[in-house]
């Protein structure tokens, strides 16, 4: 018994010139596909209050920190939700405050909000020791814990999103 196997070299070649030409140019992928699924994956950081970012969620708000937010009407709001311009930074697409580069082979999304020049979200990110607050010394400096909201390693249901994702793209050209 003989098996017979043809392959249209045409048809390989062809395919694979088509998937060169769409690595060659990520753009389309990275505006609508990596960008949605980054900004949900932020989504997520403040829906669980960090633990995604960290397995383990962000440290818990001191009372004196809730009763200034309860005095500014914002009681209700979660962990690094005061204003929301940090979350919105990341989480809405054209928000001011978006760090957002898109080239043919890269895309970042990041923040670039700043309180009155000072880079906050590293603070946040990384936990600081506080010595005045609004102005007035503290008599004794206290700790501000880290609550990271950038995951140092990118949690593997999304590496996994992306790799899947990228994978047709790159096949068929397929932006779902």
Do not use: C
Not at 95 to 100: H, M, T, V, Y
Not at 153 to 164: F, G, H, S, T
């Amino acid at each position: 018994m003989d098996i017979a196997l043809g392959i249209e070299l045409d048809e390989v070649l062809a395919f694979s010139e088509e998937a060169a030409e769409r690595l060659a140019d990520l753009t389309p992928y990275w505006e609508s596909v990596a960008d949605p699924l980054l900004r949900g994956l932020y989504e997520e950081v403040w829906a669980t209050e960090g633990a995604l970012a960290t397995g383990t969620p962000w440290a818990p708000l001191t009372p004196t920190t809730l009763a200034l937010k309860a005095r500014r009407g914002r009681a209700n709001m979660g962990t690094l939700r005061d204003s929301d311009r940090l979350r919105d930074s990341l989480t809405k697409r054209g928000d001011p405050g978006q760090l957002r580069i898109v080239t043919s082979d890269a895309f970042f999304l990041g923040t670039a909000v700043t309180n009155e020049g000072a880079p906050y979200p590293a603070f946040l990110q990384r936990g600081w020791t506080m010595h005045s607050i609004f102005g007035h010394e503290l008599a004794e400096p206290r700790p501000v814990p880290a609550r990271p909201f950038v995951p140092e390693v990118l949690p593997d249901a999304w590496a996994e999103a992306i790799a899947r994702t990228i994978r047709a793209y790159l096949a068929t050209g397929a932006l779902a």
